[in-house]
C-alpha cells in the first residue's frame, strides 16, 4: 500500500510564497512520476504540475507556469512544489499524487495513488 502525505498549506498574502512538500511511504519511489493538482471549491480537480521518475523533465499548468517549480528528491521519497507569486485563484486544496511508470501525465485517471490534499489559502 503506498500511502501519500502532504505538508505545507496555509494562509499567506497575494504575491508571497509556500513550499509544499509530499513524502511518499510503502513504495519504491523512483518507479512513480509524481503531479500535483489542486481543487477549488465548487470546480473540478485541475492538473498543477508533474515530474518523471527520473526528474529529468518537468510539466506546468499555463497557470502556474514560471511561478510554481516542482521538484523531487528521490532519496528522501520527496516530491516539492515551490508556489511563488501566490494569487487569490491558486486557493484551494492541493494534492499530490502518484503514476506507476509513468512520464508525469495530466490526467488525473492516470493516478493510482492520492494524498489526502493539504489547504492554500491566499488573501487579497
Known amino acids: 500500500q503506498v500511502e501519500l502525505v502532504e505538508s505545507g498549506g496555509g494562509l499567506v498574502q497575494a504575491g508571497g510564497s509556500l513550499r509544499l512538500s509530499c513524502v511518499a511511504r510503502?513504495?519504491?519511489?523512483?518507479?512513480?512520476?509524481m503531479g500535483w493538482f489542486r481543487q477549488a471549491p465548487g470546480k473540478e480537480r485541475e492538473f498543477v504540475a508533474s515530474i518523471p521518475c527520473t526528474g529529468d523533465s518537468t510539466r506546468y499548468a499555463d497557470s502556474v507556469k514560471d511561478r510554481f517549480t516542482i521538484s523531487r528528491d528521490n532519496a528522501k521519497n520527496t516530491v516539492l512544489l515551490q508556489m511563488n507569486s501566490l494569487q487569490p485563484e491558486d486557493t484551494a486544496v492541493y494534492s499530490c499524487a502518484g503514476e506507476f511508470d509513468g512520464r508525469g501525465s495530466s490526467r488525473p485517471i492516470q493516478y493510482a495513488y492520492w494524498g489526502q490534499g493539504t489547504q492554500v489559502t491566499v488573501s487579497s
Open positions: 510503502g513504495a519504491t519511489f523512483i518507479r512513480y512520476a
